[in-house]
């Protein structure tokens, strides 16, 4: 048999210790559970802080070489950069988030709607599948009801057949597809756990 | 103890246990023969194969999820999928570029490249071809639509944790393979993109691409423990109506 590498153990070993510490309680478990997760916390900053400067690194080696299109990863360096050095004078400012990063999300919101709408509508035409027209169908029927309640308020029926869908189809569709997922996330975790996937090796 | 911790703990032995037997029961192949076929897989590797061959240049989008919560076991099948998917684009003699916005998977998905190389004899070293884009959702998608990479991909694969923002990546190239284990990104790109995994489907990648038996067998349980699944609630329903709160 294969033995194991000495990353294999420790990461088998963690994982193990923190599966048992999330069923069963008890000061030691639950002082272990904290113990690694304040661990995988800093390893994951650490991680984060040495992704961003290998992101520097790599974008200044391709400006210098001025390989194609180095004038936006310029402004990306810029940008980062500054950026970075913004959080770390002002870390409690909001100026970022809500000057920059709100209104960008927004703007991309309402971009997504419309490439969505434009794909979907396409899709369902050069598809030709039934589910698809299903699909077209359903939406467009929701966005109907709930134009109607929003306009002219709650109508019995459409407030009927939006209960129905939201509360009935919807949930029970997404519990049958949680309840699935949760299968995959187990097998995927009980792989790791098992030393079978080991991302973590070269 | 905790009745739900131990049923917990049960479940996830007599998971384990099916796990083992299937793995070590049966050969790679009687594994691949018992899978359920999802023909959407076959006609992707198939394709996929074909356009590596052509010498189309692949971008694996690992995408933004961390590999906290369940947002984690998505990531790790994405990486899963990086090694088998990247031994398609080994055809051709160039190694997928991938992508992520996270930077724990932005070492390891070095790593699994560095390590797909190794183990097809490629030289160079392919761990250059992972990028980190943006630490921010919508950072990572604009990261991805904006540098170069977008002008010389020709076909992408998204596997790992996306959220409503995998919409604008298929703007990019033909998107032959999405799978996230977010809902809505499920059901936008059910929507929006060529082919898309929902539901457990998205743990199905790897072993359909051959990663290896243990892909396979965890399928397998996977399938056996989901009619288990059904059963239960089939006759939990009625049982909890009867005698639970159904009054």
Same mark, same amino acid.
């Given at each position: 048999?294969?033995?194991?590498?000495?990353?294999?153990?420790?990461?088998?070993?963690?994982?193990?210790?923190?599966?048992?510490?999330?069923?069963?309680?008890?000061?030691?478990?639950?002082?272990?559970?904290?113990?690694? *997760?304040?661990?995988? =916390? /800093?390893?994951? &900053?650490? %991680?984060? @802080?040495? $992704?961003? !400067?290998?992101?520097?690194?790599?974008?200044?080696?391709?400006?210098?070489?001025?390989?194609?299109?180095?004038?936006?990863?310029?402004?990306?360096?810029?940008?980062?950069?500054?950026?970075?050095?913004?959080?770390?004078?002002?870390?409690?400012?909001?100026? *970022?988030?809500?000057? =920059? /990063?709100?209104? &960008?999300? %927004?703007? @991309?919101? $309402?971009? !997504?709607?419309?490439?969505?709408?434009?794909?979907?509508?396409?899709?369902?035409?050069?598809?030709?599948?039934?589910?698809?027209?299903?699909?077209?169908?359903?939406?467009?029927?929701?966005?109907?009801?709930?134009?109607?309640?929003?306009?002219?308020?709650?109508?019995?029926?459409?407030?009927?057949?939006?209960?129905? %869908?939201?509360?009935?189809?919807?949930?029970?569709?997404?519990?049958?597809?949680?309840?699935?997922?949760?299968?995959?996330?187990?097998?995927?975790?009980?792989?790791?756990?098992?030393?079978?996937?080991?991302?973590?090796?070269? | 103890?905790?009745?739900?911790?131990?049923?917990?703990?049960?479940?996830?032995?007599?998971?384990?246990?099916?796990?083992?037997?299937?793995?070590?029961?049966?050969?790679?192949?009687?594994?691949?023969?018992?899978?359920?076929?999802?023909?959407?897989?076959?006609?992707?590797?198939?394709?996929?194969?074909?356009?590596?061959?052509?010498?189309?240049?692949?971008?694996?989008?690992?995408?933004?999820?961390?590999?906290?919560?369940?947002?984690?076991?998505?990531?790790?099948?994405?990486?899963?999928?990086?090694?088998?998917?990247?031994?398609?684009?080994?055809?051709?003699?160039?190694?997928?570029?991938?992508?992520?916005?996270?930077?724990?998977?932005?070492?390891?998905?070095?790593?699994?490249?560095?390590?797909?190389?190794?183990?097809?004899?490629?030289?160079?070293?392919?761990?250059?071809?992972?990028?980190?884009?943006?630490?921010?959702?919508?950072?990572?998608?604009?990261?991805?639509?904006?540098?170069?990479?977008?002008?010389?991909?020709?076909?992408?694969?998204?596997?790992?944790?996306?959220?409503?923002?995998?919409?604008?990546?298929?703007?990019?190239?033909?998107?032959?393979?999405?799978?996230?284990?977010?809902?809505?990104?499920?059901?936008?790109?059910?929507?929006?993109?060529?082919?898309?995994?929902?539901?457990?489907?998205?743990?199905?990648?790897?072993?359909?691409?051959?990663?290896?038996?243990?892909?396979?067998?965890?399928?397998?349980?996977?399938?056996?423990?989901?009619?288990?699944?059904?059963?239960?609630?089939?006759?939990?329903?009625?049982?909890?109506?009867?005698?639970?709160?159904?009054?």
């Amino acid at each position: 048999m294969k033995r194991l590498s000495p990353s294999t153990g420790v990461a088998v070993g963690v994982g193990a210790v923190m599966v048992l510490a999330l069923l069963f309680s008890g000061p030691l478990f639950e002082g272990l559970r904290w113990l690694f *997760l304040d661990w995988a =916390v /800093l390893v994951s &900053g650490v %991680a984060v @802080f040495a $992704a961003f !400067l290998y992101f520097l690194q790599s974008q200044w080696k391709l400006i210098l070489e001025r390989r194609s299109g180095w004038p936006y990863r310029a402004i990306m360096v810029v940008a980062a950069v500054t950026a970075f050095a913004f959080t770390l004078l002002r870390p409690q400012s909001p100026w *970022l988030l809500e000057y =920059v /990063l709100i209104p &960008g999300g %927004a703007a @991309f919101l $309402a971009l !997504l709607a419309i490439v969505v709408t434009y794909r979907g509508l396409w899709m369902a035409f050069r598809r030709e599948r039934a589910w698809a027209w299903v699909f077209a169908g359903a939406v467009t029927l929701l966005l109907i009801l709930d134009i109607v309640r929003g306009s002219i308020g709650p109508v019995f029926l459409a407030e009927a057949v939006w209960y129905w %869908a939201e509360h009935v189809v919807t949930r029970a569709g997404v519990r049958g597809l949680l309840l699935a997922m949760a299968l995959g996330l187990m097998a995927t975790g009980l792989r790791v756990l098992g030393g079978v996937d080991r991302p973590y090796e070269e | 103890m905790d009745w739900r911790a131990l049923l917990a703990l049960l479940w996830m032995v007599a998971f384990a246990g099916v796990l083992m037997l299937a793995r070590f029961g049966l050969t790679e192949e009687g594994l691949y023969e018992r899978l359920r076929p999802i023909p959407l897989f076959t006609a992707l590797y198939r394709g996929l194969a074909l356009a590596m061959e052509a010498g189309w240049s692949l971008h694996y989008a690992l995408g933004q999820g961390s590999l906290w919560g369940e947002e984690g076991g998505m990531g790790l099948a994405g990486l899963s999928t990086l090694k088998a998917v990247g031994r398609f684009a080994l055809r051709g003699d160039r190694p997928p570029e991938a992508t992520t916005g996270d930077g724990l998977l932005y070492f390891l998905g070095r790593s699994t490249l560095r390590r797909l190389c190794r183990e097809n004899h490629v030289s160079g070293d392919c761990s250059e071809r992972m990028h980190l884009m943006g630490l921010m959702p919508w950072g990572y998608v604009v990261g991805v639509l904006s540098t170069p990479l977008a002008e010389r991909t020709e076909v992408s694969v998204a596997v790992g944790h996306f959220g409503p923002e995998i919409g604008l990546l298929t703007e990019t190239a033909p998107v032959v393979l999405t799978a996230s284990e977010d809902l809505s990104a499920q059901a936008l790109m059910y929507a929006a993109a060529d082919e898309t995994l929902v539901g457990e489907d998205v743990f199905a990648a790897p072993a359909y691409a051959r990663a290896g038996a243990s892909h396979l067998a965890s399928l397998l349980a996977q399938d056996v423990f989901r009619w288990l699944l059904v059963l239960a609630l089939l006759l939990g329903g009625p049982l909890y109506l009867i005698f639970g709160g159904g009054g």
